[in-house]
């Protein structure tokens, strides 16, 4: 049996999840996705719900248990340092936009 | 030691812990098995899990595993046996994912320690915290067009490990010595090539001001900090700018600045003012990293001879200095190189004509040791025909550049060129004596006390037999014939 440890931090305390349109705004943000104050408003209650039916699990007592990050008891499978792949400059470009020279071609992203 | 800044209010102590991110020397990239050599044509070093095509999914490299994992050792570090990758969620042109992955709550090694090197011969120990691994991103190229920036996505996957240190320390100096000592680690370990003008190894400096023995300040993040020179320069000027702001009554905000090489200044790096919600969890598509106990100590056992060990043994074994050691050590071959001169010579004499002879003119050419036109088994033949009078020192050195120009052997040069020392005391006397009644004035000077015309009988004799005659015999004989 593999060790199986947390990556999750440690729990706040336990608060029924409120969600209000400033959190929507944020989340939207970190996305990248353009909201209207209309849609954000209608987010709101939706991500709220979600966070309440995920909150349930909060009523079950884990002290002393750990996470499980795979039900399969499987190890990590590790490949050797052999040169295998690569070579696909035209199919790695095919579905870009805007390309040249065997460089992808995006906005300027630099200040 | 510039450690200490002094502000109008009094002084103020500069803290610095350092980001270095090394890419681990491997043929194929941390997830696929894509080349991940520099330099190659863009993107035809891509795979298309590198390209995070839809359903690809990463594989583990053991070689780099293993590779983390003997840095790990050599930086005195605990290795931990389980280790866990996560998602780091950011959006850059560069970075197909969507996401880094990365290590963050469990990192593959854990707390260690390394000594640098400061001026004066002292020693300085300096926490390590972590050194974890993860995906490099790709490389954005924002001068070639005016509107657009170009994207090569080679780079992208390729194993980095990140190494991070405790704010142990102290002004610019130290942080290039603990920069300078860490890559020459990593050089030795044969885990990261530490160029860092290919980008294969890349500092970020966390800078922060506070009154001497006082609370931490705020710090700043300085990126693009490429060269140990730049460092330096970045951390002076930083450390200015927050002395001045906080005495002109301002605060420091935590944010990540960008060192201008050209202005020779740092600057506010606006985008990153959002960025540092990663919101970090478990990589779904990778279990934990587990490893076994014996496979570490048998890593363990592999380690080279660190440069810290070998300077130590050399101060000893060798009875040379702090300074010449830490020279000859600074490169492992450099310290190859004089090990085979001295085996079975004097140690003194090897590292005299390894570091101020042989590095002197290969510096001059900026050669590298390994383009060295003269061997280790020819130096020392030279050495070996000084200490056995067959030359003198002073033509030992015309040898020398001979040899450096031809590669000849020196027992060769000397054959050729008819330098075998005259050790025969009656012909040297011959010559002593011609020029003796060839100069009666100044002999009769000498004889007077003009003590320092000894040279000049010295010179005369010298030129007469072509700077052939041994030094020590002309001496005694012109002592014993001026009295």
């Known amino acids: ?111 | 030691m510039a450690q200490i800044i002094k502000g109008r209010t009094g002084e103020w102590e500069i803290v610095i812990g350092m980001e270095v991110h090394a890419q681990v020397t491997a043929n194929t990239k941390l997830f696929s098995g894509a080349s991940a050599v520099f330099g190659a044509e863009p993107n035809s070093q891509v795979s298309m899990v590198d390209a995070a095509m839809p359903g690809m999914l990463p594989t583990l490299n053991a070689y780099c595993v293993e590779q983390a994992v003997r840095t790990g050792l050599g930086l005195n570090a605990e290795i931990h046996a389980t280790s866990v990758f996560e998602r780091k969620n950011y959006f850059y042109p560069d970075l197909p994912q969507g996401y880094q992955i990365s290590q963050y709550l469990h990192p593959i090694v854990g707390k260690g320690k390394i000594e640098i090197d400061l001026p004066q011969g002292d020693v300085k120990e300096i926490g390590i915290t972590r050194l974890h691994l993860e995906q490099d991103a790709g490389k954005s190229l924002h001068d070639q067009h005016p509107t657009k920036s170009f994207v090569d996505l080679n780079r992208s996957g390729c194993a980095l490990m990140e190494i991070v240190s405790e704010p142990d320390l102290r002004g610019a100096e130290e942080a290039a010595a603990y920069l300078s000592k860490l890559r020459m680690i990593l050089r030795y370990l044969g885990t990261c090539d530490g160029n860092m003008e290919e980008g294969s190894m890349r500092a970020d400096v966390n800078v922060s001001v506070r009154k001497p023995g006082g609370a931490l300040g705020t710090r700043c993040e300085i990126k693009n900090v490429n060269s140990v020179k730049a460092v330096q320069m970045a951390i002076d000027y930083e450390s200015r700018r927050q002395v001045d702001i906080i005495e002109d009554g301002g605060t420091i905000h935590q944010e990540t600045r960008l060192w201008d090489p050209t202005k020779g200044e740092t600057r506010s790096m606006r985008s990153k003012e959002d960025a540092h919600d990663y919101r970090y969890f478990p990589d779904p598509d990778l279990l934990p990293l587990v490893l076994d106990n014996a496979w570490i100590a048998s890593i363990k056992q592999t380690l080279p001879e660190l440069p810290d060990q070998k300077k130590h043994r050399f101060m000893q074994d060798y009875g040379l200095g702090a300074y010449d050691s830490g020279v000859l050590i600074a490169e492992r071959i450099r310290a190859d190189f004089f090990e085979s001169v001295a085996k079975g010579r004097d140690a003194k004499m090897a590292a005299n004509w390894v570091l101020n002879e042989l590095l002197g003119v290969l510096n001059k050419d900026g050669k590298n040791l390994d383009q060295s036109p003269i061997t280790a088994a020819q130096l020392g033949g030279l050495i070996d025909l000084i200490v056995d009078n067959t030359i003198s020192g002073k033509i030992a050195k015309d040898v020398f550049a001979d040899m450096y120009a031809t590669s000849k052997d020196a027992a060769k040069i000397v054959d050729e060129k008819g330098l075998k020392q005259v050790t025969d005391i009656g012909a040297i006397e011959k010559t002593v004596d011609q020029v003796i009644a060839a100069n009666p004035d100044n002999v009769a000077a000498y004889r007077g006390g003009k003590d320092k015309l000894f040279g000049f009988f010295v010179g005369q004799v010298m030129k007469e037999t072509g700077g052939k005659a041994n030094p020590e015999i002309v001496n005694q004989l012109l002592k014993d014939k001026l009295k």
Do not use: H, W
């Not at chain 1, 944020?26 to 991500?47: F, G, I, N, W």
């Not at chain 1, 966070?51 to 884990?62: D, R």
């Not at chain 1, 002393?64 to 070579?87: C, K, Q, Y």
């Open chain 1, 1 to 111: 049996m593999t060790t199986i440890i947390s990556c999750i931090p440690p729990a706040l305390p336990s608060t029924l999840p409120v969600m209000d349109t400033k959190t929507v705004k944020k989340v939207a943000s970190l996305a990248r996705l353009s909201m209207t104050d209309q849609e954000l408003e209608s987010y709101r209650p939706k991500l709220e719900n979600i966070l309440k039916f995920v909150e349930q699990l909060s009523e079950v007592n884990t002290d002393g248990v750990e996470p499980l990050s795979n039900v399969v008891d499987i190890a990590l499978t590790l490949r050797t340092d052999t040169l295998t792949d690569g070579d696909l400059q035209q199919k790695i470009l095919a579905n870009a936009p805007e390309s040249t020279e065997g460089f992808f071609v995006v906005p300027k992203v630099v200040e």
